[in-house]
């Protein structure tokens, strides 16, 4: 099972992740990511997938 990896340093609170899946990713009031659950499953997967790529600082990646 892959899991979500999220980099803080390169993450700027756009957002774009939010939008994708608004169940697993959140931004806080001081616009910190929160990933409600690192594991993705097949079902997930695409969704996952979906938000790596359009993150517009390249702060998402799966880990297999």
Request: with cysteine.
């Amino acid at each position: 099972m892959a899991k979500i990896v999220h980099d803080d340093v390169l993450c700027e609170a756009h957002g774009v992740c939010t939008t994708i899946d608004s169940a697993r990713f959140e931004l806080d009031d001081d616009d910190r990511l929160h990933i409600h659950e690192y594991e993705v499953s097949d079902a997930d997967r695409a969704t996952i997938e979906q938000a790596v790529i359009r993150c517009p600082r390249q702060a998402l990646s799966l880990q297999e």
